[in-house]
């Protein structure tokens, strides 16, 4: 695919838009985040990793587009933490799952409109688990802590100071810097 098509999908999508606005704004495909054992998270679709997704434009849906990724990293992240803060306070809990899910508005992504924003509309986080060794009052107060505790949370909720640097030439040979997170 060249410039020439991507152009053109970008054209034909912001007419389709233009034409039937309601369209626009659908539910994304939810990130699922469960536990194997420990802290090793296993994060999919709802039958899998994605594969079948619808194809934006200039794509295939050969693969997770990356506001599913951005899901997949806050179900991850909250079911992690809740893992972490259940063994710091002695609880267990069975068959744990973070679902995130979301709804979208291709209209701002493709800037046909101020009003609208680029991201997501609205998340929700649902944590389910089967059963607990404690009472769902201790339950809820670790899962609530997860999710303020919750790296990836803190970054959408809050509004985090960015800056964006533009380099010309060839990319550097220098490993990226990894932190915690």
């Given amino acids: 695919m060249d410039q020439q098509d991507i152009k053109a999908g970008v054209e034909r999508a912001r007419e ?37 997704m619808v194809a934006g434009i200039g794509d295939s849906a050969s693969v997770p587009s990356p506001g599913w990724y951005l899901r997949a990293a806050l179900a991850s992240s909250v079911a992690m933490f809740i893992a972490m803060r259940s063994a710091e306070m002695e609880l267990s809990l069975e068959g744990l799952e973070v679902l995130v899910e979301a709804e979208s508005d291709d209209r701002g992504a493709l800037g046909m409109s101020p009003e609208i924003p680029a991201g997501p509309l609205e998340m929700t986080i649902i944590v389910r688990y089967a059963s607990s060794n404690r009472d769902d009052a201790a339950t809820r107060e670790v899962i609530d802590w997860a999710i303020m505790h919750s790296t990836v949370r803190d970054a959408i909720a809050r509004e985090v100071p960015m800056s964006v640097a533009v380099e010309h030439g060839t990319p550097a040979d220098e490993p990226m810097h990894t932190g915690a997170g």
């Fill in 16 to 52: 389709y838009l233009h034409n039937l606005p309601a369209l626009a704004r659908y539910h994304d495909t939810p990130a699922r985040a469960t536990i194997e054992r420990d802290l090793l998270v296993r994060v999919s679709g709802p039958g899998g990793i994605p594969k079948d």
